[in-house]
């Protein structure tokens, strides 16, 4: 017999998937920047280092801002202060699209 699981465990598991997201789209927009404001040329972004930092870094940077947001959210952030630090992350990446 196999026990049902809580609801808060599936809250806790989209929660997880959504921040994991959310970290990887900014990593990804980063990364794109980033080439960008180096001119690099578009042969080198197919190749070999530009293809590694195109597929690790933003799987990196959603891995590290999911267990961030975890952490902070067992410490007793929620709601209003969690949704802050999400919108000065977007803000950060914001102001280096704008570069």
Known sequence: MQAERPSSSRAE???VIGAFAFGWLLGLLVILKLWQLSHAPRWMMFSGMGYVS???????VGFGFARVVGRLATRGWRGTPLGLVGLGVCGLVAGLLAL
Request: net charge neutral.
């Open 13 to 15: 598991l989209a929660y």
């Open 54 to 60: 195109l597929m690790m870094a933003p799987a990196f």
